[in-house]
């Protein structure tokens, strides 16, 4: 069975309103709006308004990115991420969830 891997938040884009009302000291990016409570990024220390840099070496600058970065991945895979938190790089090994908040792989049941 297919099983995505989820971050458990909300992503925005990093842009001049949200820079001017949240302090950011980037320029551009994807920031953290808010996080599921139990999902894989509040488990693994990430917090609200952390701007997303890199996952696994990869620079961040979308949404997108984002979302194509994590797809790739199951339940249970450990990414690497670089967050500016506060003008400060960050960085935090991030294991993914799926939908129901934890990291097992659901095996398919064999029928005679």
Do not use: M
């Not at 949240?22 to 599921?36: A, H, N, P, Q, T």
């Not at 696994?56 to 895979?77: F, L, M, Q, Y």
């Amino acid at each position: 069975a297919v099983q995505q891997a989820y971050l458990g938040v909300v992503l925005q884009q990093v842009d001049n309103e949200s820079i001017e009302k949240k302090g950011f000291k980037v320029r551009s990016g994807v920031y953290l709006d808010s996080l599921v409570s139990g999902g894989s990024a509040a488990s693994s220390g990430l917090r609200r308004n952390d701007v997303l840099l890199k996952i696994d070496n990869t620079p961040i600058s979308t949404v997108a990115d984002v979302k194509e970065k994590i797809a790739r991945h199951r339940p249970g895979d450990v990414v690497n991420v670089l967050v500016n938190r506060g003008g400060t790089e960050t960085a935090v090994k991030v294991t993914l969830k799926g939908l129901d908040n934890n990291t097992a792989v659901v095996r398919r049941e064999r029928s005679e």
